[in-house]
């Protein structure tokens, strides 16, 4: 069966520190990977998503970066984090179809 | 754009009562519709999608949607309410074609014993 691991659970840095959050995938091939972004426990906003290696889409203009370095995992970075970049970030994987997708259990992040 | 709207931030339903969970969608082609649930510092878990055919899909826990093109809706519904339903609710789209799920808002539902 396919699993979803996403670490760490929790996570604080302080301004202007680096970021890496890590997402793998299990017990499929060629998933379409999505990092999403949750604020204050509510909407869900696309951040990147790769439908293979080296095919990522930015949906949102930001400080985040991603990168997919092998095929079942995902890599979400920044270079220098800002407040703003607090919030709960959800790693998923779904078919070629895009139709379900999985969530991994998610990195609350806070930047001080 | 493709998007939908979840107007109701919070819905307060007793236990044993029936629920509605109200969604509507904003696409100019044919949608794929989707609804998730997720518990308290989780990740989302899928509940039911409509793709084509009856309007009315079941989907995990008792949960059921119906799907109204004339309205541009896509409820979520459940005759009989649990307390353990209680959790954030996601309506979500996705245009044929696309790889991508954009996600409503949220709705929190509150189930009272």
């Known amino acids: 069966s396919q699993t979803i691991h996403q670490w760490p659970a929790t996570l604080v840095q302080p301004v202007g520190s680096p970021l890496s959050l890590e997402c793998t995938v299990e017990g499929t091939s060629n998933p379409n990977l999505y990092w999403y972004r949750q604020a204050a426990g509510r909407g869900l906003q696309l951040l990147f998503y790769s439908i293979g290696i080296d095919q990522i889409s930015s949906e949102v203009p930001q400080n985040l970066s991603a990168s997919r370095p092998q095929d079942r995992q995902f890599i979400l970075s920044s270079k220098k984090l800002l407040l703003s970049d607090s919030g709960f970030y959800l790693c998923?994987?779904?078919?070629?179809?895009?139709?379900?997708?999985?969530f991994g259990s998610g990195t609350q992040l806070s930047v001080l | 754009a493709q998007s939908v709207a979840q107007p109701e931030d919070q819905v307060n339903v007793a236990e044993g009562n029936p629920l509605t969970v109200k969604c509507t969608y904003s696409v100019s082609g044919n949608p794929y519709l989707f609804w998730y649930v997720q518990y308290p510092n989780r990740g989302l878990q899928f509940l039911l999608k409509y793709i084509t055919g009856d309007n009315l899909v079941k989907g995990s826990y008792g949960f059921e949607a119906e799907f109204n093109k004339s309205q541009t809706s896509f409820h979520l519904k459940k005759p009989s309410a649990l307390v353990s339903d209680s959790a954030l609710y996601f309506c979500?789209?996705?245009?044929?074609?696309?790889?991508?799920?954009?996600f409503g808002t949220g709705t929190r539902l509150l189930v009272s014993p």
């Open positions: 998923a994987w779904s078919g070629s179809s895009g139709e379900k997708l999985f």
């Open positions: 979500a789209v996705r245009l044929t074609g696309f790889q991508k799920l954009v």
